[in-house]
């Protein structure tokens, strides 16, 4: 059959279109695009009195007195998810995956390692406050977690009160500060060269820290009760902190006597998670970083904990404990599913960097395991994340054109100020504004979801926060692989 010229452009024009009609609903992920989003991201979480340059413009001002009732200043910080409300616990860990990201992946984020360093240092200079205000405590939290959850209003109205808590000798908290010295000794590092005065300053508080979790054993959990359960209670215990803080002060210092610490610890439990919670699998793969990239021999051991780790995450492994959606989503828990998603991708990522380093392979059974068989489950999550999934949805807010539009999230729920310059009162935003099916108004960029549930269906509904609310140890997680994945293109 012959065509003439006009009909065979016509041919090749409707061929190129239904292939960039494909790409755009396949989705190539833009990779950038998504990390500059993600970072973004911890702008609309900020406490404290926003800078100049506030990108996302209808955030401002709040949580000014924050500190008061215990006559010292703990403005600043993130708000963790959706609420109004300042957990140290899981915003040291937020504080740390960032750290780890810039460490490991700084050179592939480009124009992004500088708002990097700004997300990091926001926290940080909050986290300073908490360690150093009082002697002999570390304050680990701001603000009443049932107060704040009867209502519904902007961080920048809020007039419940602004509890304080901390942990002492007499109330220990293990945990928390095992996790507050891995945020500081880790963040040390990132500052190490640009700005040697506040890196010394961050491993100094950070060791300080980090012997007050050692001396004075406990968990968090129990000194606080209510005040941080059943929210962000140290389920796992506090022995994965200090074996998680030791290994961060151990690669800010080469201090060994952060390595005899650890051998003595005893903290080799398997485990199939890894989360604000429960640290040994990022530890392991911390730690192995000293055999694989470092050839130190007598971190072998990490090896084989780390192994474990990854034989129990690997669809196809004879060992694997996790489940996958149909739609090959990682599927650990209902509630904010997407935070175990992120955080384990993280050390996928990271340890097949590692082994693509040292030229290593190992075996989950028969199961052959190389550095490109982690990339690749890594780089399926991502991109399921961003749209690759049977809705064509992105969970991340802002990216793409079909995102959630309802978060569980006051700010980004009510009009801003610029709006609505009036208050809207503890519960004067549930009626207008949650309990509606409308969008969101303000648009949270980069914010990641608690995601679609384990048959890959997502409902978009401000009411079910297990699946429509964001976190910042959500989005931490992620920087890493998506400056992985950006500077692999």
């Known amino acids: 059959m012959a065509f ?21 609903v396949e989705g190539v992920p833009d990779y950038r695009d998504a990390l500059a989003k993600s970072i973004l991201f911890f702008e609309g979480q900020r406490s404290g009195r926003v800078p100049k340059g506030q990108q996302i413009t209808w955030r401002s001002d709040s949580g000014l007195s924050d500190g008061s009732l215990a006559h010292v200043d703990l403005t600043g910080g993130y708000y963790d998810a959706g609420d109004n409300l300042k957990f140290n616990f899981p915003m040291s860990f937020t504080t740390t995956m960032l750290s780890w990201s810039t460490l490991e992946y700084g050179k592939k984020m480009g124009p992004q390692l500088q708002s990097a360093r ?10 300073l406050k908490c360690a150093t205000a009082t002697s002999g405590r570390l ?31 007499s109330n220990p908290g293990s945990d928390v500060a095992g ?26 508080t950070a ?15 129990d000194s606080l009760g209510s005040a941080v359960c059943p929210y962000y209670c140290s389920y796992s215990g506090y022995k994965d902190e200090l074996l998680w803080g030791a290994a961060w002060l151990y690669r800010a210092t080469n201090d060994a006597s952060y390595m005899n610490f650890i051998r003595n610890l005893g903290a080799n439990d398997a485990t199939d998670i890894f989360s604000w919670d429960n640290k040994f699998a990022g530890a392991y793969v911390l730690l192995a970083r000293r ?56 050390l996928l990522t990271t340890y097949s960097k590692y082994m693509a380093t040292a030229k290593y392979s190992f075996n989950c059974g028969n199961l052959l395991v ?120």
């Open 139 to 169: 304050y680990v939290g701001v603000g009443d977690p049932s107060a704040d959850h009867r209502c519904w209003e902007r961080p920048e109205d809020m007039d419940t009160v602004r509890s304080v808590y901390s942990v002492s000798p």
């Open 370 to 489: 190389t550095s490109k068989t982690l990339r690749s489950l890594a780089k399926r999550q991502v991109d399921y994340i961003l749209g690759e999934n049977p809705l064509k949805m992105s969970y991340m807010v802002g990216y793409g054109t079909n995102f959630p539009r309802r978060l569980h999230h006051r700010g980004s729920s009510l009009p801003s100020q610029t709006i609505h310059p009036q208050t809207f009162g503890c519960e004067g935003g549930f009626q207008p504004f949650f309990y509606t099916a409308n969008p969101n108004p303000n648009i949270l960029t980069g914010a990641i979801v608690g995601g679609p549930n384990q048959n890959d269906f997502f409902t978009d509904d401000r009411t079910d926060y297990s699946h429509s609310e964001p976190a910042t140890y959500i989005n931490a997680a992620i920087v890493g692989p998506l400056a992985y994945f950006a500077g692999s293109k």
């Open 291 to 346: 055999f694989l990239v470092e050839k130190n021999q007598a971190f072998q051991p990490f090896i084989q904990q780390s192994e474990d780790f990854i034989c129990k995450i690997l669809p196809n492994s004879p060992g694997s404990s996790t489940q996958y959606t149909p739609g090959g989503l990682m599927y650990k828990l209902s509630a904010s599913n997407m935070q175990y998603v992120t955080s384990i991708t993280y």
């Open 4 to 24: 003439s010229k006009g009909a065979l452009l016509h041919i090749i024009f409707l061929c190129f279109t239904f292939i960039s009609w494909e790409l755009e």
């Open 207 to 221: 060791k300080n820290v980090m012997q007050f979790a050692i001396q004075y054993r406990g968990s968090y959990s």
């Open 118 to 127: 700004v997300a990091i240092r926001w926290a940080t200079d909050y986290l």
């Open 179 to 204: 996790e507050t010295a891995a945020a500081l000794a880790a963040a040390s590092m990132v500052f190490r060269k640009v700005d040697p005065v506040y890196s010394k300053l961050l491993l100094r």
